[in-house]
């Protein structure tokens, strides 16, 4: 099953993947494309440190001057769109959001329908939604006084983290627990998860 990356980040969940296809001798993905929405991303030199094309399409790239007049569900859309294209360019069987910090709309969730997975920094669907990503979720879930907290890999549909549940790992909130180290102890389960998530993925395939 060949395997587009989304990012917007530092890429550690990304070189989770990477790791895991190259450590495993019958790995059923192969990573063809790591596309960003911004070009500060790090993860996009960890693609090219692994000899990945890496690919940028921010809003500026795909709207140009429109930029100033589009709402942003249109600037959503547009984006999805050129990440459409480029999943198209590169073959891409799947989609897989590691990190990628803007909702896909229209077409795209059609033409890959029951094949993009996302990964989120919390127990869905407790605290999701827009807005819901990143430290956001953990100081959600601190202020709300939650006892345990984790990271969930689900499908995509048109809704924002409400696509059906595939992979959740549990880790316990801690007195003291600030969203820095409640974050520590959530990164290596989103590790393993997502490398979970798309092993499921691959076996549609």
Known sequence: MNIAVLVSGGGTNLQALIDYERQTEDCPYHIVLVASNTKRAYALQRAKDAGIPAEVRSPVQVLGQALLSATPDEKRELVSDAMLDLCREYKADAIVL????????????????????????????????????????HEAVLEAGEKESGCTVHLVDSGCDTGR????????????????SLYERIAPEEHKAIVEGVLLLA???
């Open 203 to 205: 076996k549609k395939f």
């Open 98 to 137: 590691a990190g990628y910090l803007s909702v896909l709309k229209g077409r795209i969730i059609e033409a890959y329908k029951d094949k993009i997975i996302n990964l989120h920094p919390a127990l869905l669907p407790k605290f999701g939604g827009v807005g819901m990503w990143g430290h956001n979720v």
């Open 165 to 180: 549940i595939l992979v959740q790992k549990r880790v316990p909130v801690l007195p003291g627990d600030t969203p820095d």
